[in-house]
């Protein structure tokens, strides 16, 4: 497998994953039914309810999949020991609430029922019949594979190619301290200008005249 295959399936894996786990904050992640005598009602809570700081982890693990694509080698690192502390917290937070899907509901109890304190809320809810989905297990999943992504990175960050030129700070420097650029580098000619440089300061004269003019002149 190449250097660039590898690079390209480490920053997939991290955005894919990431991205999973957003997803598993759109679903239910269970049901709970109230028929009793003094209550009578059907809550369902989603994962952003359940875990809510997966939001957060995922959104950060996107923008690390985007800025692995142009960080340099030193920075690779970084950033992939910061996704892995961000997989490890998906895995964690959903596990929490694939744990004990109770407290998913307590926001909505307290306010259907104006029982304020936990031990009240959880009575309430024992009380119910409680039925979960299988979307907290993806959301572990998905953490587990951020995880993994970012180990990936870290061993084999070193083999992968640098950055193109349209995101580096390196510019060739002639023995004159002038600054050389390629003739079909578009990008850096547009930066040079930018800059105040001219980058047809090294043309031989006459190399950009019109060849029209020149056959008036000799006319």
């Not at 359940?50 to 690779?76: E, Y």
């Not at 980058?199 to 003019?213: A, I, L, M, S, V």
Request: glycine share 12%; net charge negative.
């Amino acid at each position: 497998m190449t250097a660039k295959r590898l690079k390209q399936l480490c920053i997939l894996g991290t955005l894919l994953a990431a991205g999973l786990a957003m997803l598993t904050l759109t679903q239910p992640w269970a049901a709970l039914s109230l028929h009793t005598s003094e209550f009578e009602r059907d809550f369902t809570h989603s994962g952003g309810d359940a875990g809510t700081a997966i939001m957060g982890l995922a959104i950060a693990g996107l923008a690390a999949g985007g800025a692995l694509a142009i960080a340099g080698r030193f920075f690779r690192y970084v950033i992939a020991i910061l996704v892995v502390i961000l997989g490890v917290g998906i895995t964690i937070a959903a596990a929490v609430g694939m744990g004990d899907p109770a407290l998913g509901f307590y926001p909505e109890v307290r306010q259907f029922s104006g029982i304020t304190d936990a031990a009240g809320v959880r009575e309430i809810v024992n009380q119910g019949t409680m039925t979960t989905t299988g979307w907290p297990v993806v959301a572990v999943v998905a953490g587990i594979l951020l995880t993994l992504a970012a180990v990936a990175t870290i061993v084999t960050a070193r083999h992968w190619p640098e950055s193109s030129r349209k995101y580096s700070r390196t510019r060739l420097v002639a023995e004159d301290g002038t600054t050389v650029i390629p003739e079909d580098d578009r990008v850096s000619q547009w930066d040079a200008l930018s800059a105040g440089d001219d980058p047809t300061d090294g043309d031989e004269p006459g190399e950009h005249d019109d060849p029209r003019e020149t056959t008036a002149e000799g006319k």
